[in-house]
């Protein structure tokens, strides 16, 4: 059975193998002055914020530094899941409010 | 180390591992919002090929070796001790399986890689096909 450090090693390997994509997007979309696009900018960001965090985390844990890992890595983390999701959710409800504006139903 | 057992042994709840214990349940909150959040958005995209979909997915995995591996629970489990630590990397496994599929499709068909949800009325899962301003281009 493999050790515990083990598994953080290969979850801080698995996580920067993610983050490879959305820093890929994040440079590639640098000079892009659209304004869709910033948004899915800014969601990026908080994507790699989640999986550095998630990266730096395993690294602590693998280190030995357990109460820095569990005790702020982690919810850091989790936090950055959390703001991600809610800034989807707000991207989303807005974009919806966008295209209503844009295309009202018909009129009765 | 000390591990839960040695905890419940020596009928002292103020270890080391206790204020671990109180962050731990607020990282379990915080999973639980996250996954309240895109599990509503992935009922309304209905497609299990959504993005909202794969990273419920993925962040429940998550959630569940979590709760395994929380001392206060993992002691009324007869799991191996190295489970939690096992779906955690399963869990690592699938959200990066997920992102380079999701990339190479994108790359491979010029779609986006995060389907915007807007009009979504259809129940296509609001994917916008050639539409080069989301996440993916």
Same mark, same amino acid.
């Given at each position: ?108 | ?6 905890? *419940? ?16 349940? *607020? ?61 955690? *990397? ?23 890689? *995060? ?23």
């Amino acid at each position: 059975m493999l050790q515990n450090q083990y598994y953080n090693l290969i979850d801080a390997i698995v996580y920067l193998v993610v983050a490879v994509i959305p820093a890929y997007f994040l440079l590639k979309s640098r000079k892009s002055i659209n304004n869709d696009n910033d948004n899915f900018r800014k969601l990026t960001v908080v994507l790699v914020g989640f999986i550095l965090a998630q990266v730096s985390y395993h690294i602590a844990a693998l280190m030995g530094f357990r109460l820095l890992a569990k005790g702020f890595l982690e919810p850091l983390s989790m936090m950055a899941l959390l703001f991600f999701a809610v800034a989807y959710l707000v991207t989303t409800w807005k974009g919806k409010q966008h295209k209503k504006q844009r295309h009202p139903g018909p009129r009765t | 180390m000390i591990t839960p057992m040695e905890n *419940v042994n020596a009928g002292n709840i103020a270890t080391s591992l206790y204020p671990l214990q109180n962050i731990g349940d *607020v990282t379990l909150v915080l999973s639980l919002a996250t996954l309240a959040i895109f599990a509503w958005l992935a009922l309304r995209s209905r497609n299990i090929k959504s993005f909202q979909f794969q990273i419920s997915i993925f962040i429940a995995f998550y959630l569940l070796g979590e709760i395994i591996e929380s001392d206060r629970i993992a002691m009324y489990l007869i799991f191996p001790p190295d489970i939690g630590s096992q779906i955690h *990397v399963g869990s690592a496994s699938f959200f990066a399986i997920m992102m380079w599929l999701r990339f190479y499709y994108a790359e491979k068909r010029g779609k986006e890689m *995060v389907e915007s949800d807007t009009g979504d009325e259809s129940g296509d899962g609001g994917e916008v096909k050639g539409n080069n301003s989301g996440i993916g281009k």
